[in-house]
């Protein structure tokens, strides 16, 4: 089974602090993606990268930055941590096409930005 | 323009009973992927189903298929005999393959179940 894990389930940090997510895939897929999900907004895609060093900006990459070093290992940076980016962060990896396609996805991050 | 609309906020129905989950899409890359996932109050996101744009036939999964009429750009989920564990949130999206393979979500209709 593909697994998807994500750094921590909750998280607390206090506004300008610097924030890192990591997520970790362990079926070597190349696309890799971060959604933040807010009520009534359904999922919004931040980053996402199609390979190593590859990041592309997704809807809402504003006050983001993403690393990805490692295949496996996608990060996704709040430099300066604000109030707004209080949100559910969900981490995802595509795997490939055809009629196995889908999207796996992490536990989810639920930050708290105070 | 939205890419994935769900137009459902809320649905309820009755245990056993079946319901469809509306939504449709907007794309002009002709080839793209539909999906449903399921995401119950514990927060993870199951996959439930896909139907690539070339498929002929509407996808099938189980006690879930996917209604697709492509002319019309809809993409409906029909959920048959439904279970007190079908009651979540369930979302539909769309991949394009331009650029980079993207997923878009729409915003979700929250599902509750009935005994």
């Known amino acids: 089974d593909v697994k998807v894990t994500q750094s921590s389930r909750y998280l607390v940090k206090r506004t300008g602090e610097k924030v890192f997510l990591e997520c970790v895939q362990d079926?070597?897929?190349?696309?890799m993606f971060w959604y933040r999900q807010d009520p009534g907004l359904g999922l919004r895609l931040i980053y996402f990268?199609?390979?190593?060093?590859?990041?592309e900006k997704g809807d809402i990459p504003e006050g983001y930055s993403v690393s990805r070093e490692k295949k496996e290992r996608f990060s996704l940076i709040l430099e300066s941590a604000s109030t707004n980016q209080t949100s559910m962060y969900l981490c995802?990896?595509?795997?490939?096409?055809?009629?196995?396609?889908?999207?796996?996805f992490g536990p989810g991050t639920r930050l708290l930005v105070l | 323009a939205q890419k994935i609309t769900q137009t459902q906020p809320g649905m309820f129905v009755q245990e056993k009973e079946a319901v469809t989950l509306d939504c449709t899409y907007d794309?002009?890359?002709?080839?793209?992927?539909l999906f449903w996932y399921k995401q119950p109050s514990s927060g993870e996101m199951i996959f439930l189903i896909y139907?690539?744009?070339?498929?002929?036939q509407n996808a099938t999964e189980g006690r879930y298929s996917l209604n697709f009429q492509k002319a019309r750009k809809s993409a409906n989920l029909v959920i048959s005999a439904s279970q007190l564990g079908d009651s979540a949130m369930y979302f539909c999206?769309?991949?394009?393959?331009?650029?980079?393979?993207?997923?878009?979500f729409g915003t979700g209709t929250s599902l509750t179940v009935i005994p």
């Open positions: 794309t002009s890359d002709p080839s793209y992927g």
């Open positions: 139907q690539g744009s070339y498929d002929q």
């Open positions: 079926m070597d897929h190349e696309n």
């Open positions: 995802a990896s595509r795997s490939p096409g055809g009629h196995l396609e889908t999207q796996y």
């Open positions: 990268s199609y390979d190593v060093k590859m990041k």
């Open positions: 999206a769309m991949r394009e393959v331009f650029p980079g393979n993207q997923f878009y």
